[in-house]
């Protein structure tokens, strides 16, 4: 028996509606839909897909992020125009992407900085250095010279000793939905459990100035493009990050080829879910409405229930 050998099977926005509008009866197999039709069907595959964030773990859309930490901030923001928080550096696991050190000492006002490597480094990207005087001076990258000299767009503000580290990515984080964890990383590489407490036990808590190693949050997701996060304490050193664990937003279906920001798992649950919605527009009975919920529903519970990190399970015996 000859298999295929591949694992690449995928469908498009389009394909996701055409099988919705076939489910229904409003086209067949041959027919495409119409211009009219595809907007319509769009604009409800997107609202079913933005509802399903709601919805359980969904394990695929977990990110690990590394913020940077500023002396003495008691929040922080966490989206596209936030605080510099990003996906691309991996603090739990000491990844060197996204991060070189000082190869020659850096003075004030300097915009051509000696480094050990560029490598990953291009023009606009993001780029923090540890100053000497405890700080983190943030800039744009405006040019890469070579292998071990890049240009920054406003200048150093202090002076940045040989062996600083440096700090360079491209995109920040999409604003989280929830945070599962956070660690927190000390600048000898020892990590902490950062707690995660309620509004109310975030405002209990004492002086929220005081400068230590942080290791309490509270995270309010907020509305639009940028969560906070409030921390506590305020961390009393730049050289330490926070590793955050996190549910990213679902991407949108934008074109007509855009592949779903799903497992393959779940797109007959897409399928079966957008017929469901488009059902009521489209003068379905309702005895057939009711079995498409039915199909959806099953299609959606067997996805949701694969969708589960597996655990331990501990059982003990009580004392009396």
């Known amino acids: ?3 295929s050998g ?3 099977f995928t469908v498009t926005r389009d394909d996701i509606i055409k099988e919705a509008y076939e489910k229904i009866g409003v086209i067949d197999p041959t027919e495409t839909p119409n211009s009219d039709m595809v907007v319509s069907a769009s604009r409800k595959l997107n609202l079913l897909a933005k509802s399903w964030m709601s919805k359980g773990l969904n394990l695929w859309r977990r990110t690990e992020a590394t913020l940077f930490l500023e002396a003495d901030k008691q929040s ?5 125009a936030g605080d510099h928080c990003t996906a691309e550096i991996n603090a739990v696991q000491a990844s060197t992407t996204g991060i ?3 190869r020659v000492a850096g003075a004030s006002t300097d915009t051509t900085l000696e480094v050990t490597s560029t490598t990953g480094m291009a023009a606009s990207d993001n780029i923090g250095i540890i100053m000497d005087d405890g700080t983190l001076h943030w800039d744009t990258i405006a040019s890469v010279t070579d292998s071990d000299t890049v240009v920054i767009t406003t200048g150093l503000d202090a002076a940045a000793a040989i062996g600083n580290k440096v700090y360079h990515y491209t995109n920040k984080i999409q604003r989280p939905l929830r945070i599962e964890s956070i660690v927190h990383r000390d600048s000898s590489g020892v990590d902490t459990p ?4 309620s509004d109310d036990e975030y405002q209990s808590l004492s002086l ?3 400068s230590g190693k942080t290791n309490q949050y509270y995270y309010d997701p907020k509305r639009d493009t940028a969560g906070e996060l409030h921390v506590w304490v305020t961390n009393d050193s730049v050289k330490d990050t926070l590793f955050i664990t996190f549910q990213r937003p679902i991407e949108d279906f934008d074109a007509a080829a855009d592949n779903p920001d799903f497992p393959v798992e779940w797109f007959r649950a897409l399928i079966l879910g957008l ?3 488009m059902s009521g527009n489209n003068g379905i009975p309702l005895q057939e409405r009711a079995l498409l919920k039915v ?3 099953e299609a959606l519970d067997d996805v949701m229930a694969w969708d589960e990190e597996p655990g331990s399970v501990y059982f003990g015996v009580e004392q009396r």
């Open 1 to 3: 028996m000859a298999t």
């Open 6 to 8: 591949s694992y690449n």
């Open 76 to 80: 922080y923001s966490l989206g596209p």
């Open 100 to 102: 070189t050190t000082m």
């Open 194 to 197: 950062v707690y995660g407490v």
């Open 208 to 210: 929220k100035s005081s």
């Open 275 to 277: 017929a469901y919605e």
């Open 295 to 297: 199909d959806r529903d």
